[in-house]
Structure formats: structure tokens, C-alpha cells
């Protein structure tokens, strides 16, 4: 049984852990490198490398820190093997139709590679709770800071094995 927690795609879940290797196996021995070296150089109050290599040292750690709890809670959803593909899930791309028939495609994805200008929206959005669930033909309202809006399901397409 998969834990219960935010999902992600597989793909974002590598990014993520890709994002972690870089830093832990690349950028964070570049910069101890630094601070090492500077640290060398005698007088610290005034080393500028030693200065700023302590500061970023501390935000990769922290980022470091992050990316591992965040991974830790996250649950891997594959879409392409949703077996009800009539309905909008996880890791659907849903072409949608307003009123004026101006079309857009979203891709439902979790919360932590969402992008909305290459149409991925979190699982979490305004957009994504009112697709939940829907198939072609149905009418979603959707209550955004620019006032509501209606918008057909006009297509759902999952990714295939």
C-alpha cells in the first residue's frame, strides 16, 4: 500500500531528486571548496568568498532539507496507468472550452511541478479541484480571483504506458 500524501508524477519526482543530487554531490562541495580556501586566507570578518560561501552553504542545506522531507512525503502516482480514463485524475490532460469556445489543455500534475505556462497546473489549484472527477461533456465552474468561469471538458487524454 503507497503511503498517503501529495502526489506526483514519476517525472517530478526524478526532478526532484535530481535537483538533490546536484546539489548535495555538486554545487554544495564547489562551495566548501570555496569556504575552505578562503577561510585560509586569514581575516574572515572581511573575506567576502568566506562570507558568501557560509551564506549560500546555509541555503543549500536548507534547500537540501526541504527536498529531502518533501520527497519523504510525497506519493508517486503514475498516470498512465489510471484504468478509468473516461474520467479526470491525477496526470490527466484535460482539453477545456469556455463560453466563448476559446479552448486551453491542462495537464494535472502534483503540486510541487506545477507550471502554468507549459499548461501543467497542481493537483491543489482552483482548476484542478473543479476538474476532479469529470468527463467529456461536463460543465466545471471555477471560482478565480478574476470572478467565475465555466468550462467544458471537451477532451481527457492519459499518457500511455
Given at each position: 500500500m503507497t503511503p498517503a500524501g501529495?502526489?506526483?508524477?514519476?517525472?517530478?519526482?526524478?526532478?526532484?531528486?535530481?535537483?538533490y543530487d546536484h546539489l548535495l554531490g555538486t554545487e554544495r562541495p564547489e562551495i566548501v571548496e570555496i569556504v575552505s580556501w578562503a577561510a585560509g586566507n586569514g581575516d574572515r570578518s572581511e573575506n567576502g568568498d568566506y562570507i558568501y560561501g557560509r551564506k549560500r552553504m546555509r541555503e543549500i542545506d536548507r534547500e537540501l532539507a526541504h527536498l529531502a522531507r518533501r520527497m519523504k512525503k510525497l506519493r508517486v502516482v503514475d498516470p498512465a496507468r489510471q484504468e478509468e480514463r473516461g474520467k479526470v485524475f491525477f496526470g490527466a490532460t484535460v482539453e477545456l472550452a469556455d463560453e466563448d469556445d476559446e479552448r486551453m489543455t491542462v495537464t494535472l500534475v502534483g503540486?510541487?511541478?506545477?507550471?502554468?505556462?507549459?499548461?501543467?497546473?497542481?493537483?491543489?489549484?482552483?482548476?484542478?479541484?473543479?476538474?476532479?472527477?469529470?468527463?467529456?461533456?461536463?460543465?466545471?465552474?471555477v471560482r478565480l480571483p478574476s470572478g467565475e468561469r465555466e468550462w467544458e471538458v471537451v477532451a481527457i487524454e492519459y499518457p500511455n504506458s
Amino acid at each position: 500500500m503507497t503511503p498517503a500524501g501529495p502526489p506526483i508524477t514519476p517525472a517530478g519526482m526524478a526532478a526532484l531528486r535530481a535537483r538533490y543530487d546536484h546539489l548535495l554531490g555538486t554545487e554544495r562541495p564547489e562551495i566548501v571548496e570555496i569556504v575552505s580556501w578562503a577561510a585560509g586566507n586569514g581575516d574572515r570578518s572581511e573575506n567576502g568568498d568566506y562570507i558568501y560561501g557560509r551564506k549560500r552553504m546555509r541555503e543549500i542545506d536548507r534547500e537540501l532539507a526541504h527536498l529531502a522531507r518533501r520527497m519523504k512525503k510525497l506519493r508517486v502516482v503514475d498516470p498512465a496507468r489510471q484504468e478509468e480514463r473516461g474520467k479526470v485524475f491525477f496526470g490527466a490532460t484535460v482539453e477545456l472550452a469556455d463560453e466563448d469556445d476559446e479552448r486551453m489543455t491542462v495537464t494535472l500534475v502534483g503540486d510541487d511541478e506545477q507550471d502554468a505556462s507549459a499548461g501543467r497546473i497542481g493537483w491543489s489549484a482552483p482548476l484542478a479541484r473543479a476538474l476532479r472527477g469529470a468527463t467529456i461533456g461536463d460543465l466545471r465552474t471555477v471560482r478565480l480571483p478574476s470572478g467565475e468561469r465555466e468550462w467544458e471538458v471537451v477532451a481527457i487524454e492519459y499518457p500511455n504506458s
